[in-house]
């Protein structure tokens, strides 16, 4: 049972006070050269990673609002929390794609 | 009543039976013979104090099992406790407290205990190994089910109970700084360094008494017994207010974040009056200090699950708790001092030790020298080959030892009635495991030991293999102590214990870790060496899983199931894993362990669930009109977290006759139906088009006020996610509707796609669901009703068309009128605020009186929809339908740049892959009604592989009648009139597609207005 903290109302709560949003940061294709984008990557393919991934999360029970969170996904630490649009913590920005 | 096994109150009464009363006599019935015993027993104890040997029968050979351990890790002892609905299966003799009158009884046999006829199932033992089910079972296809009734009655333990239970349960929440697991002496130190560097500590220990083995090792501190040490330990923490003890407490799991559970047995236990039966425990703590100790492990000989063969501790355990001697004569069987502490008590209890066998090459030190002066016959080198008991196989008659290597050796038979045997001792590591904590194998002591570290966890005590009780003790006070640092964020200056452990500390105790031994077996002997008492493992089906390629301890536990049901291999896993690596020719630290996953010991299903007795915490939305249905005699229904009335059936009508005439009265007459669960949402503000444009796939943009629009929703990947009327009320205000049952997704949907993708639009999205009632009127007599309605002005609806939206009045409450139906019949849709409801309501109702208006319930409105061929949303469509499989894409725009679904609706799987389409359908028997999702064949006979389709909607259409369906159907298998075959409980059933109306306009009761042509 995840303990996350909402960075936009700062209310702490366990995962079930919130609701997943599956992986941040992935990019959208827009139309290229008249071409409508090859939406399958989009879509479907997913990194899930062994080791830190940015995910997207809502504070369902609270204010309502999305965020990102950093967690690792073997030792479930959640390294940073921060809000749309917001840049991650700095000595993550290397393994943060999509930025 | 005589007690053969109770040792007399007069024998050493200061050490000797400590927890019970024997001025408090207690009797219940073991398998409906009443059995004597003491305040203070187990039913273990009580029944070994009485001779009781066998507790159970095993789960695959049905042999006789006993007790071989003391705690929550007794392989065998299952029995069911209680009568009736409060009869609980499953439950461990040797935790289980007696009191007067309870009812226990033996599980897993039959007729009896003693004489179960399955036990001849050990006889043919050699041609049931590992995986004989598997290969024996599974041909010819046909007779699986018989084999798997006719096994069922064979296998499990505990049977379930008919009735509900009755007991009450409920959930705390708890959150500390530290928590300790285990209050041994390790945990009780951990517990006293954290609580005095200013943490707030929680500790949890599965037993009742806190202290966990010091009653049984004869260690000194600062000179006082251990016992006494802990009890002064205990009672210091009990008066501390920043510590919250919590006995008979077992900490089941440990997830992330520092989230432990935690079951409480409460009735029964040390608190009577408790009400509760069980109680769980979420606790989140900021640092978790495991303090769980170590399980003694039993040794590999032939034969050595038989009944009176016990764990070296759990004999000083009966002795010193229960004053119950385990038998007249034991012999030792040891690969460590542990079992020169036995004799030793033994002794001292007046118990004969016939023989000491110790596995070791040679020992010495002052318990060899004690037992030694004694005169007890000491053997090294030594194992047991053989214990022979009598014909019921339940009483060991003598046994025979040797030595341990090479085979010439001389034997010797001894007669004795019980066994000690003494393994090493294995740390209890599934807590720090279920976190994914790492462990090694020490050849030193024969176990797998905790390494690497954790966040927030630690581990202590004998539980990290730290024995030595001068070096445990310190070690726990400084695992408190950083426990506490850790937990508080700070820098905290380490108390000086309370009580002097230093160097100087007068500790006495030796060392307990020992080794394990295997005795040389002959292949024929194999069969008879238990690994796992519980499941019937012996080596003989270790050897066989590894010759089938089953080598690793992964697939070895699945193939020969040893180390799974309720001990999870707590007496099985390590000796598997020493075995193994002695197959395999490997280092035990290669073979590893199994995961270690929740829970420790079995949880109640009822536990888990918590305090919900008859769903009460369960609740239902409710339509603001609700008083009014249910004084009418509505048959309420869930239906998308709302009460809704299903029909009618005011004076008792039958449910079809109620149906048929709400129906009639909506195509001949009027029909009022309470639609005040449809979703509402408030779009406001100056970019609102621009933002539905977006989300919609229906042109939203040109709507002009006072108009409203059908439009879909669409996922990313083009399939619908939902439909509904979009009303443009003013220029920056729209109120859209979805289907009931998606009034909260639609609304999450809408604010994710604002929130992250088009931030800078300038929308409010408001849900108004509960805000306003919604009422749909509809059938031939509607403006009529209307006319005579307080307060409303028909002029503006009878110039009004269809999918026009205006504002009007009921007495001088605001009113929305929407110009829509969604029964085919000329109608509209009212909204008004939630608190005048029911003045609408029946007023509206009075006013249709003369003209045989009725309430309507959602069973009609389908039916009525149906006929029309409109669809519902998540019933006639699934997670894979696009617009275009049920005739919608009409409602989705080409000339948008963009919305949600755009690119997702041209994916490959969506334009050239065969689709499902919706269709209707008119079964050849008119009364035929298919059920909901019943498969459609291209064939009359069911084969697999033949299926074409599935039945969505499906009434019985009293306006034709006849049955009429809709259905997905697979497009090649599409042309008006085909012939489909659709499944029934019997065979299937005949029926044609129709791709036309099932009803015309009239038939409906449409708009009679020529403007309206176009729609109702
Ligand atoms: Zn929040």
Redesign the pocket.
Known sequence: MLQIK?P??K?KGDETDFSYGGEAHIYKPGVTNGQPPNMARYLYIRSNPRGVQQENWR?SL??N?WFTISRHTISQEILATYKLRETPHPNLSGKVKNI | MSVPYRIAERVLPDRIGQRINRKKKIRFTFDRKTVPAFQGDTIASALLANGQRIISRSFKLHRPRGILSYGSNDPGSLISVGTGASRTPNTRATMTPVSNGMVSESQNNWPSLKKDWSRYFDRIKRFLPAGFYYKTFMKPMFLVPVYQRVLRLFAGTGTLLNNRDTASYEHYFLNVDVLVIGGGLSGLVVAEAASTSGAKVCLVDENGFLGGLSDIFDGQIENVTCLDWARKCVTRLAENPNVHLLPDTTATGMYDHGFVIACERCSGHSKNNDSVEERLWKIRALHTVLATGAIEQPLLFPNNDIPGIHLSSTIRAMIVRHAVAPGHRGVIYTTNDDGYKTALLMIDAGIEVIKIVDARLHAEGTLVDLVKANGILITFASTILEVITDKSNIHIQSVVTGALQGTSGITTKIDCDFISVSGSWAPVVHLWCNNGGKLEFDANSVCMRPVGTQNCMSIVGSANNVHRIENLLEESWDGGHAAAQHALGKRIRKPTPSFGISKSTKVTTSDTVGQIVRSKTTQEKDFSVFVDIHNDVTIADLKLACREGYASVEHMKRYTSLGMAPDQGKTSNLNAAVILANIQKCPVGEIGTTTYRPPYTPLRLGTIGGSQPEFKTRVFRQLPSIKWHKDNGAVLDNIGGWSRPLYYARQKIKRSIAITSEINAVRNHAGLFDASSLGKIEIKGPDSAKFLDLVYATKIDALPVGRALYGVLLNESGTLLDDGVISRLKTNLFVIYTTSGNSGLVLDHLERWHQTEWPDLRVFITSVTENYAHFSLSGPRTLEILKSLEGFDSNKLEISNYLDVWEDHFSDIDLRVLRVSYSGAYGVELSIPSNHATELWQALMHAGKELSIKPIGVEAMHTLRTEVGYIAMGIDTDTDTIPADVGLDWAVSDSKPDFIGKYGLVQDAHINAPRKKLVGILTKHENSVPEYGAPIFDRPHIEPGNVIGHVTSAFYSPTISRSISLALVSEKHIFEGAVVHISQSTGTTPANIRLSRFITKEQAGASPFRRDAGGQ
């Open positions: 909402c936009v109302c209310i504070c609270g204010c609002k």
